[in-house]
């Protein structure tokens, strides 16, 4: 039978899966001659086994009691020893880093008796008993569930014995065996806290993979003043800059510095305490970084002057951290162009390109904090995670601001625009967390005083409650009363780098939505090769349009329409012409008009008169989605699309480097509406200009139209998949209805793994997809392909669509480097040159 | 090259498709040895060419020369001869039968000189003259498109001519040659003439198959006393009655018989009057009905005592007559049972079910006319075709009110309940439209005056206006003001008959929709095997139900929901142990609640306080169709569905003959729903009935549903597809929003051929059912398959449903008997052993 537990110095070949991250990379650096405490790991095999079983599997508990023996064996200490106990550590530790998410127990091993026979034995009475406090709160929180209100990290052993009967009514387990087992029942079952399962839903991962368990001598930087623990990066998590970078705290146990209770000192400060420690971890985390070929994230403990490794990880860091770390390393020959492209998490760059304080705009400084993570954002205070998931979720930006915040607040980080904390450093838990979901954070920010009872904070000098406007920098720490106006970043010669290997090995080409000459510009400044969806309704609003696209609408017939139209033209011929010079030659999909006439009227309140009042009755809706709207339109009033081609028209022969334009028509269901459309844009474009060359196609965004899409490809040189209507009809889903409502039930309670609006569904709208892209083919080969809904920024989408053969993916501005990125990752993992990045990793 | 032309004695090998109906009618009669005016065919071929070419196919004129002459060495006379001319009629004759709607021009050959060689060669001037006046005014009217108004039936030659002129600017044509030149022309365009195109549309005959010009010899029934012209069929249209059947007039042309200017005469009087005539008439119509195996349509001419047949065809009939014919064919030994079943049209069936007038109702008959085509209806008075097809697609019930209906009111007609006119006869236009459209006629009502310009009415006594309310009683002839209440009919025993039969050939089962015990009974009285459909949200209505449920939806947590279910809890099971006593052990597939909650509740300005305004305003959706609705309700709130399950319990435990229940999960789109359900009912079944047994499935009417069919398959015993839904869906159109605005448009316009919601939309609806099937049988090779959309009761569907090997279709029970032989038809169609039968024929 395969062993349930592994030795560190055992080998085994089941790595990451089978032993967790953190057992994976404790067997490694024994391996590697780090110095490391003895220990063991209990396999994801046996986490795995106990969720089937309910309880431990047949034979582990005797596999962890030969280990025992021989941990006993190596350290000389009996477990469970009155005068010198074996002391260990019980950390979870899955295949995937999960920050803060698993419970970890020290200690274990200490009893009553034991902790005089550890006072006596290390002759430090104070260590002993504050090891032993330690262990019974640890042990009561995680293992007994109770509170972490009910302690203190001032109790004395005897107050948190009390706190532990009082809350158990049964006295602190003495027995160390019982305490490791039930430590052990505690990690597994801690796999399925709800917590645990938020954040793996948020991340996409997979329930049943399971954690393994670490068992870990105890090594103590709580022995006084020539004992410490710290975490340190091999290179900065925030910039990507080289050189040693952390935090550590003198006589403390690792735990004072990810809860963030004690605000930690800098690296710098223990080169000059401990000298030799320094020397040697900096040295061993060279190597680490060498072996690893990333950026490593180490926890490590001192115990008198002796340095010990006790984790390292692959560092989460930044999106610009990320990048430099990623072009650096590739510099330095650590790694290839290929696996620097490949380790950057696409949807990380996101931050990169969240707004900043505008250098223009004036403002006080309230108070400041630590820079924990980069970006700014706006929003109202709130001061309890429940409250801010319920706001979020309804669309309002808020800020979450705590003294600190405990896994119990992922809920409220993922829906806040910021979080603001009083106590903990860069690696607290919201700065680990704001970081990895690319959200500005400022940490540890001692002007800032909460009151929950009368819902009062006081930032600095000023007095604001639950709902008053704040605006954090999460690059600098700042913190602002009121909102302030914020700019885009620009971006970063990294970035640039990283972008263009990656435009190197991408097949898909990477279009833009844009419908006006601005984010035309934005777009190619961002990379785009293309305008993939320019929405021509947003040309009928406007003071100077609106009212003429109303007494359109209000005409009572095609003569009337049409002289209103004639002078709508103009102003779409001038919003094309800036969108063919901003776009210089590239190829541009323009769709006509799409949305129901009734969106152009007011609401009915509203009317002028009663021909505008009986009008708008006559166009509202029972399910507008579902109504007289794309090509519907252009083929009851063709004067409308006939107008749009005329303008489109003029304005390539208008501007000057050419226009390579793309006509399409939305909401084709049946082929006959596209053989007419096709004819009508034929008809007016030879009317025009019969020397320009263009393309007409349609949006494939009803399911009929993909199933039929053999016969409408006959009358079309591309198709553009509208994804977000084709989800839509597909699921049956109407996102205004189901976000918020019971899509959001759906999420949360599991019975959907991820929001279909933005990451496409591959099984059923995929599905159709490839239907659309066989039957398409099937009769015009070389029919050009592409998708324009808000998937096209999605990285899982973008892969699905690169596996699909679209010739191209059209996104927001702001996502195509998203997308350029996602799609070069998509050839290396199809040639299996790279693994699915993990998220903030 | 292939001859565009064929003498009616000369063989061909194309049949009804290349030389028409009458043509193919003509031909075979002369072969038979039955008396026929001599004469010849220009194929259908010849059409299709003049559409391509726009003008007459090179070759055919020197083919028709050729035939004339044929023409005047058989009859001695010759074509434009001014002494003793040979005169032809033009008459159109396509493969299918549309009668009124192509035009004959008669007497053909007649000019200014000729007429007064024909007064002498038969020494009828008056005779000759009218001939004359009649062609002027035919040839006018259809070559020269000069409005009917223009010509009167009293005209003199002079006064025909003088208008020819005034409207033409040219004087009549006075060369034979020319006038048959053009007569052809005009036939072959009037293919094409609007009122053909919406006839075409109507009955769903292709627009490229043409149609075929017959130039007949004239024989003349207007020479006299002893001349005469009739319109008989071999069996009465309406009831199936053997035995001639008929009208007759003297001294006429047939256009006179048809047109109804004249009420013409019971063939029994022609008995009397021309007794040979009548015998010879006797002997021939039994010789082709014997010859064709079908009720004959004849057109005879008696010129001077000596019988010509005209025309034979398959008779248009009633339902009922259709059904008595078969029945009593089959019986007489000249066709089979499955003749029998498949000449049937099923969409006509429906007529059979139509209201009558209920016997117990009192009302006064305010006039009379004749009993053209049976059923009863009541609605407004229309006047005009154009305002009656208005109305009455806005879903007003009219009636349209006429002197007489020519072919330009067919699509007045096809949106009226019933059609009133003051002249014409059983075989007027009006009379044979509304027969084959089952819907009640009452024509000649000599009772009836109207006065267009006042928009006034005179029916008997009474004085009525446009838009006032009247009753037709088709069966019976009786007008009735205002609205009298209606009852079903009651089935007859040749229907039993002929549906019997199908039911032996059948493959498909045939289930109905019924919510409640009296529909149930309904299904199980018109042949239905089970319910494929019971909504139990009709359930939640009712005044001792309403407030329960909107006490439901506005409790603010799950106990007050449930305190409120479970007082429903009585109804709904009472409602169920109804419909299972009803079905008495047959199948009964129950489908949980669907509807999105808001349809409880009042319009917002109804609401009775602000708890129930804040919760309807948090209901309204923005496409409600798309939103919180079928299971999504279940899955946020499974106490509904709990308590609907735990209803139906206890309803199989109640009743005494056992039920056969299918549970059915509405709206189903992802395979984690109906997993959560089936677990939910299964859980109640399992508290509440253990003994018992069920079936547990879904709806499939989401496109993922379909796609997704293999995974959903894993937990469903039986797929059943929600047509309307999965139409709505898969087209991306609501059809509330469709019907009446684009729809409309796109069937008149010819963008798409039929409505999707009433004949299953194969290429696309009918392609992701497809998937569904072969996907759900690959997980389940077993799984039920029916179908519970509308157009279950649809004949195309059905057979659609059979060829995708469907177990069941469920239609609304008064579709079953439509269902049941359409399934029947399916089979034999499958098999090779029937063809479509022609709408209404």
């Known amino acids: 039978m395969t062993p349930y537990v592994y030795d560190f110095d055992e080998p085994s070949e089941g790595g990451r899966a089978l032993l967790g991250g953190k057992g994976v990379g404790l067997a490694e650096m024994t391996h590697l001659g780090v110095p490391v405490p003895a220990g063991f790991t209990i396999t994801t095999d046996a986490c795995r086994a106990f969720m089937r079983a309910g309880g431990l599997p047949d034979g582990l508990e005797e596999e962890v009691a030969a280990h025992i023996a021989r941990l006993e064996e190596r350290t000389g200490k009996r477990f469970g020893d009155p005068d010198d106990p074996l002391l260990v550590s019980v950390r979870s530790g899955a295949a995937v880093s999960m920050p803060g998410m698993m419970d970890t127990i020290l200690n274990v091993g200490l009893n009553d008796e034991a902790v005089r026979g550890l006072a006596r034995s290390t002759g430090n009475e104070e260590f002993a008993r504050d090891c032993y406090r330690r262990l019974i709160q640890m042990f009561g929180e995680t293992v007994d569930g109770i509170s972490h209100d009910r302690f203190a990290p001032d109790d004395t052993v005897e107050r948190a014995r009390e706190v532990y009967v009082a809350e ?14 039930r430590a052990i029942v505690a990690v597994f079952e801690s796999w399925n806290s709800p917590r645990a399962q938020v954040y793996r839903h948020t991340y996409e991962i997979p329930d049943d993979m399971g954690t393994a368990v670490n068992v870990v001598q105890m090594v103590f930087g709580n022995k006084g003043d020539t004992s410490a623990t710290g975490v340190a990066f091999t290179r900065d998590p925030s910039t990507g800059e080289q050189g040693l970078y952390g935090e550590y705290l003198v006589n403390a146990q690792g735990e004072d510095v990810v809860a963030g209770i004690r605000t930690p000192q800098p690296m710098e400060e223990m080169r000059a305490r401990l000298p030799d420690a320094y020397a040697q971890l900096l040295e061993t985390m ?7 070929r990333d950026v490593q994230d180490i926890e490590f403990t001192v115990e008198e002057g002796k340095l010990f490794l006790l984790q390292t990880r692959s560092a989460k860091r930044t999106a610009a951290a990320a990048l430099k770390a990623a072009v650096d390393m590739t510099g330095e020959g650590l790694i290839t162009r290929e696996d620097a ?13 969240h707004p900043m304080l505008d250098p223009d705009a004036e403002f006080e400084v309230a108070a400041r904090g630590l820079n924990a993570s980069p970006g700014a954002a706006s929003g109202k205070i709130v001061l309890d995670a429940d409250t801010a998931a319920e706001r979020g979720k309804a669309g309002e930006a808020v800020i979450l601001v705590r003294w600190e915040t405990t896994p119990d607040d992922i809920h409220g980080l993922i829906q806040s625009r910021g979080v603001l904390t009083a106590h903990g450093g860069m690696t607290s838990h919201a700065a680990v967390v704001a970081r990895g979901m690319g959200k500005p954070c400022v940490a540890g920010c001692e002007g800032l005083h909460i009151d929950l009872e009368t819902k009062t904070v006081h930032i600095g000098e000023h007095e604001l409650h639950e709902g008053d406007a704040i605006t954090l920098d999460g690059g600098t720490g700042r913190v602002i009363v009121g909102e302030v106006a914020l700019v885009p970043p620009s971006i970063n010669e990294d970035f640039e780098t990283i972008l263009g290997w990656a435009d190197g090995l991408r097949r898909l080409q990477v279009w833009a939505n844009a419908d006006n000459a601005e984010d035309a510009a934005k777009a190619r400044e961002f990379g785009a090769q293309g305008i993939g969806l320019c929405r021509t309704e947003h040309m009928f609003f406007g003071d100077d349009r609106l009212p003429v696209v109303q007494e359109m609408i209000l005409a009572s017939d095609e003569a009337g329409r049409r002289e209103a139209l004639e002078r709508l033209l103009p102003f779409q011929q001038s919003d094309f ?23 152009f009227l007011p609401p009915l309140e509203d009317a002028r008169d009663e021909r505008m009042r009986s009008r708008i009755k006559a166009l509202t809706e029972a399910n507008p989605m579902l109504g007289t709207r794309g090509c519907r339109l252009g083929i009851q009033w063709p004067e409308i699309y006939e107008m749009q081609v005329r303008a489109i028209a003029r304005a390539m022969k208008a501007v000057n480097r050419g226009a390579q334009v793309e006509i399409m028509h939305p909401l084709v269901g049946f082929a006959e509406e596209l053989r007419r459309l096709r004819e009508l844009t034929e008809t007016v474009m030879r009317e025009e200009a019969p020397e320009l060359e263009f393309l007409c196609g349609t949006m494939i965004e009803l399911p009929r139209a993909a199933l039929c899409a053999d016969e409408i490809a006959e009358h079309a040189d591309f198709f553009s998949f509208g994804t977000n209507d084709l989800t839509q009809t597909t699921l049956g889903m109407s996102r205004d209805d189901a976000e918020g409502k019971f899509l959001t039930f759906y999420l949360e309670d599991g019975v959907i793994e991820r929001n279909p609006f933005e990451t496409l569904d591959q099984d059923g709208v995929g599905a159709i997809m490839r239907i659309a892209v066989e039957r398409g083919r099937s009769t015009k080969e070389s029919i050009q392909l592409g998708i324009c809904g808000e998937h096209g920024g999605d990285p899982k989408s973008v892969e699905f669509c690169h596996g699909l053969g679209l010739d191209y993916v059209s996104c927001s501005p702001y996502r195509v480097p998203v997308a350029r990125l996602a799609a070069a990752q998509a050839v290396l993992r199809a040639g299996g040159r790279a693994e699915y990045v993990v998220a903030g990793g």
Chains 1, 2 share one sequence.
């Open 168 to 181: 158990t009514g049964r006295e602190f387990p003495q027995d160390a065996r019982e305490q490791l087992r």
């Open 286 to 292: 060279a190597r680490l970084e060498q072996h690893y």
């Open 341 to 353: 492209v490949a380790r950057i998490d696409p949807s990380q760059l996101d931050q990169l390109l």
């Open 577 to 599: 012409e800036g969108i063919f010079e901003a776009m210089a030659g590239l190829p541009v999909v323009i769709r006509l008009l799409d949305p129901p006439l009734h969106e």
